[in-house]
């Protein structure tokens, strides 16, 4: 039975992909500070703040002792917050480096290096067409989902030769708690400029994440028919 | 807790078996003096990361204890713990009888 981890599995796309690989026979540990997830009997909810880098060792660490063997690894739990770049509080940005950056790299440091020993295993990071938008409004959300890019980049290439295929996968909003505070215009106007005017469901984005990880290539890949080119 | 001797047998079981997976007898034949990264080492950087995350399992098992060799101590120390076989060795050791 190939075994999968799952951040932020409580809920939205975490929950939507951990159900999924479920229905295909899959064993999912749910990493998320609130145990829950899916009620199914192949998955187990993990309580951990990815935050936090002795924690994270040790719960994977519980795994490794089990003997478990991680096949694929999903770093998807985010936080955002809307602010203009000059009046986001310090701690606002802290926060939210703290979950959607360190927590991807405290993850990827403690699984990568199961894969490692095992010599195989995939590891997507979830990213967001923020990014390659440079939306406003979004400037700490924007730098922490760039740095994961950035990271995803460098891992694949150091990892590639231990068999550990590393890549990044970004969205454009999708219904889900992270973008409950976003206006419907803005939504709107974000789904035109990424020539998909109906939006992103959560059935579309899991679908694109497992094919994205049949490709294995490092991306970052995006779920749009359109990007604006770079400055 | 792990002493020298022990902790020698496990670092050198390990090169062997890391020396056999990438078919490099260097690493089999391994000795105190044998580098393990930068000109002359039979390792490339994915080599030493996998040398570590297997000897951080072996020692795992060993002890029953979660050991993490790469730290911000080990990283600033003026003779790096991962630059030869026998450093390695009695930087594990040290690691391990360190008083709590």
């Known amino acids: ?231 | 807790m792990l002493n020298r001797t022990q902790v020698a047998a496990l670092v050198f079981r390990r090169l062997a078996l890391i020396g056999q997976e990438l078919a490099k007898p260097e690493l089999v034949q391994a000795d105190e003096q044998t580098r393990l990264f930068g000109q002359a080492s039979q390792l490339d950087s994915i080599g030493l990361v996998t040398l570590i995350a297997d000897l951080e399992q072996d020692l795992r098992e060993a002890t029953g204890q979660s050991v993490q060799l790469v730290n911000e101590k080990a990283l600033s120390r003026l003779t790096s713990p991962f630059r030869r076989v026998g450093l390695l060795i009695d930087y594990i050791t040290e690691l391990l009888n360190k008083p709590a």
């Not at chain 1, 199914?40 to 993990?46: D, I, K, L, T, Y």
């Not at chain 1, 096949?71 to 979950?99: E, F, H, K, Q, W």
């Not at chain 1, 730098?143 to 990044?168: D, F, I, N, R, W």
């Open chain 1, 1 to 231: 039975m190939p075994c999968a981890i799952i951040t932020g599995a409580s809920r939205g796309l975490g929950f939507a992909l951990a159900s999924r690989l479920l229905a295909e026979g899959w064993k999912v540990y749910g990493f998320s500070r609130q145990a829950t997830g899916p009620e199914h009997p192949a998955f187990e909810a993990v309580s951990v703040d990815v935050g936090d880098a002795d924690a994270v060792q040790r719960a994977v660490d519980s795994l490794s002792q089990r003997g478990e063997k991680i096949d694929l690894l999903v770093n998807n739990a985010g936080a955002a917050s809307l602010n203009a770049c000059l009046l986001t509080p310090s701690a606002v940005v802290a926060s939210i480096m703290r979950v959607n950056f360190l927590g991807t790299f405290h993850m990827l440091q403690a699984v990568g290096k199961m894969m490692v020993r095992q010599r195989r295993g995939d590891i997507i990071n979830i990213s967001t067409v923020a990014v390659p938008l440079s939306l406003p409004g979004e400037a700490a959300y924007v730098a922490s989902k760039a740095a994961v890019e950035g990271l995803t980049q460098v891992a694949a290439q150091e990892l590639a030769s231990a068999g550990v295929h590393v890549q990044a996968v970004g969205f454009g909003p999708i219904a889900t708690d992270l973008t409950r505070a976003v206006s419907a215009e803005q939504l709107r106007s974000l789904n035109q400029k990424i020539g998909r005017p109906q939006g992103t469901t959560l059935a579309e984005a899991v679908e694109f994440i497992l094919e994205c990880y049949a490709q294995r290539r490092p991306g970052p890949h995006y779920l749009a028919a359109q990007l604006p080119k770079p400055f």
